[in-house]
């Protein structure tokens, strides 16, 4: 997969002078890389909001090579965060040993420290050690105490995102996605699902596979990119991580979910269960546990809204290979699926 970038033909994987120019000042401070203008491009696959690609340098030492994230924004993307935002996030993380560092920024991406662990891959998610793992992580971020507004930021989003769609959709897109009564799904969802007491965290809010390290050797996981990350209700947060275990961006449909994959519920109770469970803390009550998975299931909802609206602007302002409209329809169709048996008719 890996090719000298001045092989290299296709144009989605040049670099600019500007990115080439800020690698090979970030490698000539590398006493062992062997020359700075020798690199490697190696696209990595599984990303739909931007292109990302690891770098390479051959060493004077017989050790591993050196390595780098090179991260390029996706085209029209500030539609869904503020890319401002998103690197003040990335920069507390970074401080607080969540996440890689951050090396170098150009006008269109940024060049990240390489983790030096596994990215996860769709299997590993229904694998309960790592899955256990991964719930105990999930806590640990929802109690970082992020500067800014500690408030829901879910239903704004959702708004800001169905206005988006709107100016942005043809009128037969408009009318096969029923834009027409979404505003009103919003409002409903928003009134059956608030509840005063609701737990509100710093979440992730786009807890996929392919946002999760693991250190093969500490077994340590590793939460990365925060584009969508804000204060939420944890339950959504759990419950966009579940709807998640239908998905496999790394197959030759990668758009397509398959909800057969949806954890049961004696998985999804293990999850909730480890992470209600802190070291050295009482365990949680099964009312308690019971509460959490009703509430992440109802919030199986505003996952499938957020995903199906965010598939549609993506359609018309990404240019990543990926099947936006239909990844949409799918997400849709979920909500309007299971919204009777989850909420009935508020």
Not at 51 to 65: A, D, M, Y
Not at 226 to 243: K, M, Q, R, W
Request: some cysteine; proline content about 4%; overall charge negative.
């Amino acid at each position: 997969m890996g090719a000298n970038e001045t092989n290299v033909e296709s144009k989605e994987y040049r670099l600019s002078r500007e990115v080439k120019e800020a690698l090979q000042a970030i490698a000539s401070e590398w006493e062992d890389v062997i020359d700075s203008k020798a690199l490697q491009v190696i696209p990595l696959k599984g990303a739909m909001t931007n292109e990302v690609f690891q770098i390479k340098w051959p060493t004077r030492e017989s050790g591993p090579s050196r390595k780098v994230l090179v991260r390029i924004y996706g085209e029209g993307v500030g539609i869904f965060f503020d890319r401002e935002d998103e690197i003040r996030t990335f920069e507390f993380m970074s401080k607080h040993g969540h996440g890689p560092l951050l090396l170098a920024r150009f006008g269109n991406g940024r060049i990240e420290e390489f983790l030096h662990a596994r990215t996860l891959s769709a299997s590993d998610l229904r694998d309960p050690v790592i899955s256990g793992r991964i719930a105990t992580r999930m806590k640990e971020f929802h109690g970082l105490d992020m500067p800014g507004v500690k408030k829901a930021l879910l239903w704004d989003r959702l708004r800001k995102w169905l206005s988006a769609c709107k100016r942005l959709a043809s009128p037969e897109e408009a009318k096969s996605f029923r834009l027409d009564v979404m505003e009103m799904e919003i409002n409903l969802l928003e009134r059956a699902l608030f509840k005063s007491d609701e737990k509100i965290g710093f979440c992730h809010n786009d807890l996929q596979y392919g946002n999760i390290m693991m250190d093969e050797e500490t077994k340590a996981i590793t939460i990365i990119d925060y584009e969508y990350s804000c204060y939420n209700p944890v339950a959504y947060d759990i419950a966009n991580h579940f709807c998640e275990m239908a998905a496999d961006y790394h197959t030759d449909t990668p758009h397509i979910m398959d909800y057969t994959k949806y954890p049961g519920v004696e998985e999804r109770k293990r999850f909730v269960k480890t992470y209600m469970s802190p070291s050295g803390e009482e365990e949680p009550s099964d009312t308690m546990v019971k509460k959490l998975l009703e509430d992440v299931e109802k919030y199986t909802l505003a996952s499938h809204l957020t995903w199906g609206l965010w598939g549609i602007i993506s359609e018309h302002v990404n240019e990543i290979d990926f099947d936006y409209m239909e990844y949409a329809r799918q997400r849709l169709n979920q909500y309007w699926l299971t919204k009777q048996r989850l909420i009935g008719n508020p």
